[in-house]
Structures are given as C-alpha cells and as structure tokens.
C-alpha cells in the first residue's frame, strides 16, 4: 500500500495537473538571456532593468550619470557602463560592454516642453540625436546578433502622446512617433529571424520627468481626475509590460505598440 504525499502516491506518475504545474514554473522566465537598458538609472528604465533581473536576466544599465547609476546597478545585481547614447560613440560604447545582446531597452529622456512654433532647428536636432537616432543606432549595433542567434527582443519605450499630441510636447509626439514606425517597419524584416520589435507607451507615470511638467500639484490633480484609473501610474507597472515583452511568451507579438495609460487612451 503506498503512502500518499501531497495528495499523490509516492512513486506514482505525476498526472496532468503535476505536469502543467512542473510546465508553468519555467514560464516568463530568461536566465540565460542579456539584456542593454539604457536610461537605466531610474525611473521606468530602473524598474524595466530589475524586473529582467528578477526573471533571471544578465542586464547592463547605460546612463550618462555615474554615481546614480553605480548605485541603482548595485542596487540590482547589474553591470553598469556610463554612455551617452545620443551619441555614436556613447552607443558604440554601451554596446560593446553590454557584449552578446538578446534583449534591448531603449529608453530616450523626454526632450524639453515647448509650443510648436517655438521649436528651433537646434532643438529638432537634438532631439533627433536623443530620441530618435539613440534607438537606430542601438537596434543596428545589436541586431546582428540577434538575427545570428535567431532570437531577440527590441523595445523602445515611448509616450501616449504617440496616438495623443500633447501640445506643449511637439519634439516627443514627432520623434517617438517616428520610433514607434521605425520599429513596426523593422518588425516585418525580421519577424522570420525570431526577432521582435515593439514598442511601450506609458501613460502619465509617477517619474521625475512627470513631477516637473506638471509640479503645481493643483495641476497635477486636475490631470490626475481626467485618467479613468483617477492615478498616476507607478514605473514598475510599466516595467511590467516590458518584461512580458522580453519573454518567450511574447515570441508572437510583434510591432505593436503596448499602451500602458490608465485607460487614458480609450
């Protein structure tokens, strides 16, 4: 007579249910995989890098402040290389410490608010370089090796105010707008090599950026009743639907673009 254990005899054959259960622990999971977050030193960068590493990635944060991001990669088990992405150089740079990667995160600073007719040429330019140009040139340092490896995840974080202009804001909605075309256009090339491209528009998100947009709290309250959510979302719910897009279960999704807002966009 055999002893039962957890409900099942010792040494009998696991049934269904042990199998899917056994099946469902590896799910979501990417030890093995590395990962480059750039703009990693806090906010959703901070949250999208910790959450890999709790799903068993090796990341590197790239940021261009040492100290806070010496900290924040300590903080989470990262390896950490000061760049400035915006540059050739910078992303040359990050992307030769990173060494193999499987999954990239690229995160570009908002560039500064202004009306539409007040944007100057230098303004357009730079934020070409910061927005635009730091997601081309990363996907063209690490994309070699993905299609090599068939196997690879690219994921631009950029705004609701993609689909929704916001007027004071002229330089993100073109520019992350333009990222969010570039990818969906480079999902159809390398779909067939197992490398997905898509893209994370977070809505109005307890980050530094929001708090100096909008620092009047008055302000910040007015915007705040006019999400159906009635709260600003936090950067690990962000980080969240970057980690499932970096994961094997998200092989099928690709060009897309995931909008993480509260509700704000319906």
Known sequence: MSRRVGGRP???????????????SALFRLDGKRALVTGGSKGIGLAAARQLRELGAEVTLAARGEET????AEDIGAAWVVADVSTPEGVKVAADAAGQVDILVSNAGGPPPSL???VTEAAWEQGFQTTFLSTARLVDA???GMRERRWGRIIAITSLTVGRPSLTLPVSNALRAA??????????EVAADGVTCNTVAPGYTATERLQKLHADPAEAD??????????FGEPDEVASAIAFLATNEAAYITGQELLVDGGWSI
């Open 10 to 24: 010792r040494g009998s054959t696991p049934d269904r249910y042990t199998c899917r259960m056994t099946s469902h």
């Open 69 to 72: 991001l010496r900290r924040a």
């Open 116 to 118: 539409p007719s007040e």
């Open 142 to 144: 690490v994309l070699p």
């Open 179 to 188: 990222v969010t075309n570039h990818l969906r256009t480079l999902a159809l």
């Open 222 to 231: 007015k915007l705040r009743a006019k999400i159906p959510a009635r709260r």
